[in-house]
Nanobody, 118 residues
Framework: QVQLVESGGGLVQAGGSLRLSCAAS????????MGWYRRAPGKQRELVAS???????NYADSVKGRFTISRDNAKNTVTLQMNSLKPEDTAVYYC????????????WGQGTQVTVSS
């Protein structure tokens, strides 16, 4: 069973930065698109960034220009660099492999909490 473990969250002031990491228990990344999702209080989980096996990236409009997703297939890790954070970025962040707009390939991990204070 593949396990995804997210880390790097924390409390930061608006305008600050955080770097999230996602590690997988096995060699699962290389062939699949990977993504970072977030779930804010009272809202549905949303995909905020994705990266294909060819390192093509895509971002939600709300984070474009501020977040950067990257991957290291050799280390089975996916990273989300978050700059210029805003209070509305407050959420639990998860990684997974999107299969469609509503489904993912793996079980969800516990996520990592990001809290941005104003």
């Amino acid at each position: 069973q593949v396990q995804l473990v997210e880390s790097g969250g924390g409390l930061v002031q608006a305008g600050g930065s955080l770097r999230l990491s996602c590690a997988a228990s096995g060699s699962i990344f290389s062939g699949y698109t990977m993504g970072w999702y977030r779930r804010a209080p009272g809202k549905q989980r949303e995909l905020v960034a994705s990266i294909t096996r060819y390192d093509n990236t895509n971002y939600a409009d709300s984070v474009k220009g501020r977040f950067t997703i990257s991957r290291d297939n050799a280390k089975n890790t996916v990273t989300l660099q978050m700059n210029s954070l805003k209070p509305e970025d407050t959420a639990v962040y998860y990684c997974n492999a999107p299969v469609s707009a509503t489904t993912v390939r793996y079980n969800w991990g516990q996520g990592t909490q990001v809290t941005v204070s104003s």
